[in-house]
């Protein structure tokens, strides 16, 4: 069995999503799913969980800083060996959200009128609102709805990478 922990629901989406070819013959199930706190408890639980002899991968955002991160990252997996993947592109700050809105024409009329808005209230709205905002206006979709549906290309190759050897022999 292979054990994806990820922070939320977005997370769990594009991982299926990639993983699509895959699904059919491989059994994984996703754990953690309430935020970053939830994969750390996670992490650190696995042996009381009775889960420790699987495989196991974890994706977590970087948010403001992928340096302090990528630390607390490599401490909490030194003893369980637990791989894991920093979003947006395992090197800079931010959240999948900002890969995913990367992707976003900025001429977009949402995500205007959304960054327009932010600047009238004068307040810092995270990419989960503008995210939120784009994929509901937009597309009539939840972000977990529109990623099921999202042409991944070879937008997620780096992750894609990181994720082979889990399905080593599978193919």
Known sequence: ?????????????????????????TDFEF????????????????????????????????????????????ELTKTNKVPFYIFPNHKDNGDLETLLLSHVNEENEIIKCFDAYKTCVKKDIDNKAKLYAYTTL??????????????IGTEFDHLKQKLQPLFEGIE
Not at 1 to 12: C, L, P, R
Not at 138 to 151: C, F, V
């Open 1 to 25: 069995m292979i054990y994806f922990i990820v922070e939320g629901q977005t997370d769990k989406e594009l991982i299926k999503n990639i993983l699509t070819p895959k699904i059919e013959k």
């Open 31 to 74: 754990l953690g799913l309430k935020g970053i706190d939830s994969v750390k408890k996670t992490i650190e639980n696995l042996e009381e969980l009775g889960l420790s002899q699987n495989l196991y991968f974890a994706i977590v955002d970087a948010d403001t800083s992928f340096s302090n991160r990528n630390k607390e990252m490599g």
């Open 138 to 151: 937009e597309h009539d979709k939840r972000p977990e709805q529109y990623i099921e549906e999202l042409d």
